[in-house]
C-alpha cells in the first residue's frame, strides 16, 4: 500500500511552548488513521503544519509523495478538511457554502453542481439548503461543515474533531459518514479525545501526548503493548477490607481497589479470570449484586503510557 | 472556480452582512437627513441676501491702518459684499440694536467684531476678516515688493474664504451648509474600511477559520485577495452612489451634475476607506470588536476635523495646521468634493483625486506585505 502521508522529525514551537516535539507519522493510502490525545497535546497543530498552514521549525512532511508546500496546488486540490471549528460564511446559505468552498477546488460548473447536491445528500442537509448556518442547530452545523470538507471528493481527508459537541445521534450518523467516505476510496485522518470513537471507526492509531507520538498501532496493536487483561467491577454492599490481600493473590491480578461499594479488579491477560474471582467471594459467603466485566480500552493504554487519564476532568 | 464566481460570492457576503450596511449607508443617511431638517430652516433666511450691512469704528491707532484701508475698501467696493459705513462708536452700538447693520468692526490698535446674533452674515463678515488678520504680513510684503499685485492678492484673500458662503448668498440656490454633506460623504466612504477589515480578516489564518479553509484550497492567496478586495470597493461604490442620490434627489441638495467625476471621487474614497481598513485589520493585534472600535473612533476624529460635527474645524485646521487637511482623509475625500461642487475648480480636484490613489497604493501596498508574512 502507498504511503498517503510521511512526517519525520516535526518540530514546532509557538514562542516558549514546544507543540510538536520530534513527531513522526505514517500514514497508507485506504486508512482511517486516528489521533488520539488529549487537549492541547498537539493534534490541530500537526494537521496544520500538514496542510501548510503553519510554518514548523524542523522536520520533513511529505504527502502523495512530494514534499509539501503552500504552493503545491495538485496537492491540495486532492485533500479535503474538515476544521475543528465550524468555518463557514454566515452570510451564506447551506447550499452557497457548500458551492462556495467545492469551487474553490473544481472549476467545471456543471460538475461542481453534481458534487454539491452529493454533498447535500451525503450529509442529508437537503431540507436545509436555503438556511443560513445560524438557523442550524448545533449537529447540522457540523454536517455543514463536514460537507464544506468533502464535497470536491478529495483522496485525502482530514477531520479535526468533526463531532466536538454533537448528540449521540448525530456522532453516530456523521461515524458512518466518514467510514462510507472511506469505504469509496478515501484515506482519512481522524483526530479525536473520544477513544470510542477512535476505537469504532480507525484502522491504525496514534496515541500523541504533549506533541510526542507515544505509540502507534492498530488497537488490537495497542491495547496488547501493555499487558492488561479485563476491568471487573462487582458491587458489594458489606465488604471485609482484609480480603483484599487474598484476592490479590488470585491468579492474573494486576490490582484491587474497593471505592464507592464497587470492588474493582484489574487483570493482565489470562482466561477463567472472573469465574476464580466469583468463587473466591462465594466461598466466604461475601453478598454481591451487579458484576460487570470490560476489555482495556484505549483510555486504559493511555493511562498506562502516560499516567494520566485521556480526558482530563471533561 | 472562475474568478468571476469569487467576486460574486464575496459580493453577496459583503452585502449581505447588515451592520456594516448600517454604517456605511443608513447611518450617513440618518445624519444626512438629521442636517437637513436643522439646516433647512437657517437657510430659508439665507436666501436673499444682498450686500452685508456692517459698521465701521476706527480709531486711527492700527499700526497697519493703510493696508487694512486698502483691504476694507477692495471688498466694499462695487464687486465687494460689504456695505461699509464709517461711523462713532455710539451711533454704531446703536444701528447694531437697531438691526441696521448686522455687527461693528471697532479697529483700534487691534481688529475685533461685534455682533449681536448668530446669522449667515456674521459668519460671511467674522471669515473674512479672520483671513484678513491671518494674511495681514503677506500684503505687507506685496506691498513694500511688489505693490502692483495688490490687488489680486487682496482679492484671493477676500475670497478664498468667503467664495462658497458668498457664492451662494448671492445665488440663493448653493446650500452654504453643503461642507456638513461632504464630511458626510466621507464618513460614510471611510467607514467603507469595514468591509476591507472583513476582508482582512478572512485571508488570515489566524484570525478566522474560514481562512484556514480558503488556504488549503488551491486557489492563489492573492486571487482570493483581489477578488475580495474588487468586492469591497463595488460594494462601497454602490452605497456611496445610494447615498449621493438620496442627498441630492430627496433631500435636493443641490451638489452639482458632473456625475462622472463626482462617482470618480466617490470610487476612489471608497478604495481608501477600504484599504484603510484592510490596514488597520491586518497591522492591529487585537480582538475583532477592539479594532472595529479603533476603525470607528479614526474614522470618526477624521471627519470631525473635516468639519463633521464643527463647520468651522476645517477653516480652522486649514489655518493653524494646513498639513493635517492634507493628509487627513476624511478631509481630502470632502475637498474633492468641494472642489467639484463648490468651486469648480478643476486643479484642486485632481490634486485631491491624485492624494488619494497615493493613499490607496500606500494602503494596498502595507496589506499586501502584511498578508504574505501572515502564514505564521
Ligand atoms: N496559535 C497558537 N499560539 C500559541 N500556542 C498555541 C497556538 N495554537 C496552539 N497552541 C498550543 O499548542 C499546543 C497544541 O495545541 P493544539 O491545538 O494542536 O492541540 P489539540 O491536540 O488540537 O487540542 P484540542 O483537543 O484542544 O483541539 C497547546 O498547548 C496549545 O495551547
Ligand atoms: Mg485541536
Redesign the interface.
Known sequence: METVIKVENLLKRYNELIALDNFNLEVKEGEIFGLLGPNGSGKSTTI?CI?????YDKGNIEVFGKKMS?YE??I??Q?G?V?Q?????D??TVY?NID??C?????D?SLRKQYVKEAIDFVNLGDFEKFVPQKLSGGLLRRLNIA??IAHKPKLIFMDEPTVAVDPQSRNNILEGIKKLNSDGATIVYTSHYMEEVEKICTRIAIMDKGKNLAIGTKEELKNMINLGENVSIEILDFDEKYIQDIKKLPNVYSVEYVNKNLHVKYTKGQRNLIELLDFLRERNVEFGHVYSELPTLDDVFLEITGKELRDGE | ??FI??YR?RL???L??KALFFWTLIFPIMLGTFFWLAFSNITEKAEHIGKIDAALVDSGEYANKEQLDTFLQSVSGKDGNIKLREVSEDEAESMLEAGDVCGIINVSDKISLEFKDNGMQQTILKTMMDSYIQNEKLIMNIIKNNPEKLDAVIKSVSEEHTYNVEKSAASGDMDVYIQYYFALIAMSCLFGSSYGMKNAKDIQ?MQ???A?????????RMVNVLADFLSAVTVQTILFALLFIYLDIFLGINMGNRYGYILLAGFLAGVTGVGYGYVIGLLIKCSENFKEGIMRASTLLMCFLAGLMVGNMKYFIETNAPVINKINPAAVISDSFYSLCVFGDVKMYARCILTLVVMSVVFFGISVVCIRRD??
Open positions: 496544520s496542510l501548510g498552514l503553519l510554518k503552500p496546488y495538485d491540495k486540490r485533500i478538511v476544521m471549528n465550524v468555518a463557514v460564511f452570510e451564506l452557497e462556495y468552498f469551487g474553490l477546488y473544481i472549476k460548473r464544506c470538507g | 472556480m472562475v464566481d469569487l460570492f453577496k457576503i459583503l449581505k452582512d489564518i478566522s477559520d474560514v484556514k479553509r480558503r488556504n488549503v484550497a488551491p486557489t492563489g502564514r505564521a
